[in-house]
């Protein structure tokens, strides 16, 4: 079975500091991740993904990726209350899939 | 660009009846659609994956004589959860992607079933 491993939290961080979100899959043959947010009762929406090792920016996010230790993180700079939402990591299945794999999440508070 | 409808937003229905939920994509073509469900707390889990014009494709321990899937058009499926009970509670969300950008998923805003 292939498994995501995200701590489920809750993450709090004091507004303005850096969050920063953790997730392990177990699918040595992932080549894609992707990182959603998904406010409570609301769907998921993508913020970003990465496909190569090493880092990959955009704004305020930043999505850290090591292919060899199967892990990957998204960074938050600069965190606002709006951000507090379920953030979500989903690698693609090996094999050439385009069919994500979604951990349960991990809760993120920002608090003023 | 790149919107997706679902719809109903939120449905509550008895025991014993059936359930049709759309997902509409409104700027562009889905190649593919996917069909999602989600219990409170826990991760999405995909139920299947449509192809326009050909049959869904479940995963594993999806019964596909009770959630039908029919994806008759590049911008237009259902899943209809047939003779519904109150397990079958949870949130229902659909996803798209278009063309060769497969790994791209755009979502519905997701339905909330309550069976009664």
């Known amino acids: 079975q292939k498994e995501v491993e995200q701590n489920s939290g809750p993450l709090s961080v004091p507004e303005g500091a850096i969050a920063s979100l953790n997730c392990t899959y177990s699918?040595?043959?992932?080549?894609?991740f992707f990182w959603y947010r998904q406010y409570s009762g609301k769907s998921p929406e993508l913020i970003m993904f990465?496909?190569?090792?090493g880092d990959k920016e955009d704004g305020r996010f930043t999505a850290q990726l090591n292919k060899a230790s199967q892990y990957v993180s998204l960074l938050i700079r600069d965190s606002q209350p709006s951000d507090s939402a379920t953030y979500l990591c989903?690698?693609?299945?090996?094999?050439?899939?385009?069919?994500?794999?979604f951990g349960r999440g991990t809760s993120l508070i920002v608090h003023p | 660009g790149a919107v997706v409808s679902q719809h109903p937003s939120w449905v509550i229905c008895k025991s014993g009846t059936s359930v049709k939920i759309e997902c509409r994509s409104l700027?562009?073509?889905?190649?593919?659609m996917f069909w999602y469900r989600q219990f409170p707390k826990q991760s999405l889990m995909l139920m299947a994956t449509?192809?326009?014009?050909?049959?869904?494709?479940?995963e594993q321990g999806v019964e596909k004589d009770k959630f039908l899937i029919n994806h008759a058009s590049l911008t237009l499926s259902t899943l209809t959860v047939t003779s519904a009970h109150p397990e079958d509670s949870s949130f229902y969300i659909c996803?798209?992607?278009?063309?060769?950008?497969?790994?791209?998923?755009?979502f519905g805003a997701g339905t909330r079933l309550s069976v009664l």
């Open positions: 700027d562009f073509q889905a190649t593919t």
């Open positions: 449509s192809n326009e014009g050909s049959k869904a494709t479940y």
């Open positions: 699918d040595r043959g992932s080549q894609s």
């Open positions: 989903a690698p693609l299945r090996s094999g050439g899939s385009y069919i994500p794999t």
């Open positions: 996803s798209a992607s278009q063309g060769a950008a497969k790994n791209i998923q755009y």
């Open positions: 990465i496909y190569s090792n």
